[in-house]
């Protein structure tokens, strides 16, 4: 009898740890929580999980709570596709979740395949995730090459030819200036400087003598993080008033801070509705529930977190109550006119493109991007 009740007891015990097993949803991310772009990956996480934890909080989706595990890569594309494959095979995640960067997000495409996984919201605009398309990447912002078509456009209406490129020397770098070349040649120009810059260590004392000796009117700055905020200070400590533009990876709050005075004037793209527009549906529930979860503000980065996450919620509310990673995909598959709060997401198995917004902003006074 004992025996019984103790193999009762121990299959109660591994039920119960089966169900603890199953009763969350994991999702996993690698990103640059430490590194050149630390400040913005911390501010669309939290963005993200601004939308992630009111939905656990209202019971989670189909009854499961979604757990974000998420993995320090510290802007190293190795590293990044090392916990990329951690989180798949160890940690046996449904998806993986704004993976931050252009080389890093194409570092992990072979986990992807191999593991037949989704990842949902790629922090990055690459243009090489978009087309040819790979059926386990669903991008939910508009692309680095709309953005710099964009901007290169708005320096042109406005009367400014000489126009110089700084971009960071990987595949984030090179694929903007595929967009940059097609606005150039529209506008029948050339840039009066075209160089490439380290990502993780340019060197300024070749790259500013150059700006500065071009007699350039406007940069256009395409690397990451504190890798432009140095630039652009070195450039005003150069004594150059040439106008700064760059595009919404760095569009953070913490990418202001680190500017410091320096970031009066830059213009940045940007991928999503004016973050302080009370306008927006989008915008509105974003500043609602930040301000519910006792944050002041809500920044551009943030905002792409939130959105890539309603879209994740999304995939895993139409997945059913036992989602697979293969349900998951064809869940994604499935989205028709996701109406964001004012911005529709549409998904088939030959478009995984997600939205085109794209505008411009530029930095005030007060340390805000003002559209």
């Known amino acids: 009898m004992r025996q019984f009740i103790r193999a009762g007891l121990v299959a109660a015990a591994l039920m119960s740890t089966f169900g603890a097993l199953h009763a969350q949803l994991l999702i996993g991310q690698t990103a640059g929580f430490s590194g050149p772009v630390a400040a913005g990956v911390k501010e669309t996480t939290d963005g993200a999980k601004l939308w992630i934890n009111a939905v656990n909080a209202r019971g989670g989706v189909n009854g499961q709570k979604i757990e974000l595990v998420s993995m320090d ?21 449904l998806a993986l979740f704004l993976t931050r960067g252009t080389p890093h997000n194409e570092a992990i495409v072979p986990v992807l395949d191999a593991g037949n996984v989704p990842l949902v919201a790629p922090s990055t605009g690459s243009m090489t995730l978009h ?86 009117q406007a940069v256009m700055w ?88 309603k879209v994740l919620v999304e995939g895993l509310r139409r997945a059913g109550r036992n989602p697979t990673r293969a349900s998951l995909q064809a869940a994604l598959e499935s989205i028709q006119k996701l109406d964001l709060g004012g911005l529709d997401v549409t998904y088939s198995s030959g478009d995984h493109t997600g939205l085109e917004y794209a505008e411009l902003s530029i930095v005030g006074a007060d340390g805000q991007f003002h559209r």
């Open 131 to 216: 087309q040819p398309i790979n059926r386990h990447i669903f991008n939910v912002r508009s692309t680095y090459q709309r953005e710099a078509e964009k901007a290169l456009d708005h320096l042109v209406a406005l009367g400014i030819h000489r126009i110089a490129v700084i971009a960071a020397d990987d595949s984030f770098g090179l694929d903007v200036q595929k967009g940059l070349a097609r606005g150039f040649k529209r506008a029948n120009l050339k840039p009066v400087v075209d160089m490439t810059a380290d990502r993780a260590k340019p060197d300024f004392a070749r790259i500013v003598p150059a700006i500065i000796g071009a007699d350039a």
């Open 73 to 93: 890569d510290r802007f190293e594309p190795k590293l990044a596709a090392e916990n990329a494959k951690k989180l798949v095979e160890e940690r046996n995640v």
């Open 222 to 309: 395409i690397g990451s993080g504190s890798s432009v905020a140095d630039g652009v200070k070195a450039l005003r400590n150069a004594g150059s008033a040439a106008q700064v533009v760059t595009l919404s990876n760095n569009a953070s709050s913490g990418f202001i801070k680190s500017l410091g005075d320096a970031s009066r004037g830059m213009i940045v793209t940007q991928v999503f509705p004016n973050e302080r527009s009370a306008a927006s549906v989008f915008v509105r529930e974003a500043m609602d529930l930040a301000k519910a979860a006792g944050i002041e503000t809500v920044s551009p980065a943030m905002l792409e977190g939130f959105a890539g996450a």
